[in-house]
């Protein structure tokens, strides 16, 4: 199989882990990687003295992450993107977009009061254009 896995990341450990796990499948199917962080709104804070500032908006997450997972040792093309909009309708919109083969999300809030108010897993499994794979991301 060859085609596109996405992955969503917000910065979290838990977005770490789901990454790392999409990059491993997509390594396995043969398949690119695209690393996807979603916004409401931009947010920016610039760090730095002088004339040496960086400014790291909330959209870079992705570009983060992106960077991070190429040093593994995989041999996986990595993209990345950032999307206005929720994190579950931007993952959606980007599958569609790049018409992948499956979207890999992470199992955070899917214990206890958060499986009530509902997850991005939930929601992407329930509406996503293709197959997804839910990433353990609990550490027990």
Do not use: W
Not at 27 to 50: I, M, N, P, Q
């Amino acid at each position: 199989m060859s085609g596109v896995v996405v992955v969503g990341v917000d910065g979290s450990e838990s977005a770490r882990k789901a990454a790392e796990a999409a990059r491993d499948l997509a390594a396995s199917l043969g398949a690119s990687l695209h690393v996807v962080t979603a916004f409401e709104t931009e947010s920016a804070e610039t760090f730095g003295v002088g004339s040496d500032k960086v400014r790291i908006s909330n959209a870079d997450s992705a570009e983060i992450v992106a960077n991070g997972l190429g040093t593994s040792g995989q041999r996986v093309e990595i993209t990345h993107s950032a999307a206005r909009g929720k994190p579950a309708d931007a993952l959606i919109k980007e599958a569609i977009r790049l018409d992948a083969k499956v979207i890999v999300v992470g199992n955070r809030r899917m214990r206890g009061i958060g499986r009530l108010l509902g997850s991005v897993a939930n929601s992407v499994a329930h509406n996503a254009p293709c197959d997804v794979y839910i990433a353990n991301t609990y550490d027990d």
